[in-house]
């Protein structure tokens, strides 16, 4: 059974930093495609950045230069560094991974965490 848990969510004023934590089990993790997605309320889910085995990531425009992602394979944690956050940030933040390149395109991810809360305030 592959789980995937988020941690790491909170409330922050506007210009702060957030660090999101996303460990993954039950699966070879050090072989899979990881990505950060978030959801707005009445909004679609968009994909925030996507993380091949490697490291190598490919970010949203809109996070670019403020995020940051990395992941730990001998802890099968993915982290997301979020600093200079904005009120357009404000979302539920989801951890999923992939048995493909998947990108951004949340409808390649086999499997989600639950999320968790990220609330910026101006």
């Known amino acids: 059974q592959v789980q995937v848990v988020e941690s790491g969510g909170g409330s922050v004023q506007a210009g702060g930093s957030l660090r999101l934590s996303c460990q993954a089990s039950?699966?070879?993790?050090?072989?899979?495609?990881m990505g950060w997605f978030r959801q707005a309320p009445g909004k679609e889910r968009e994909g925030v950045v996507g993380?091949?085995?490697?490291?190598?990531?490919t970010y949203a425009d809109s996070v670019k230069g403020r995020f940051t992602v990395s992941r730990d394979n001998a802890k099968n944690t993915l982290y997301l560094q979020m600093n200079s956050l904005k009120p357009e940030d404000t979302a539920m933040y989801y951890c999923?991974?992939?048995?493909?390149?998947?990108?951004?395109?949340?409808?390649?991810?086999?499997?989600w965490g639950q999320g968790t809360q990220v609330t910026v305030s101006s």
């Open positions: 999923a991974a992939s048995t493909w390149r998947a990108g951004l395109l949340p409808d390649r991810y086999n499997y």
């Open positions: 039950g699966v070879t993790y050090w072989n899979l495609y």
């Open positions: 993380v091949d085995s490697d490291g190598v990531p």
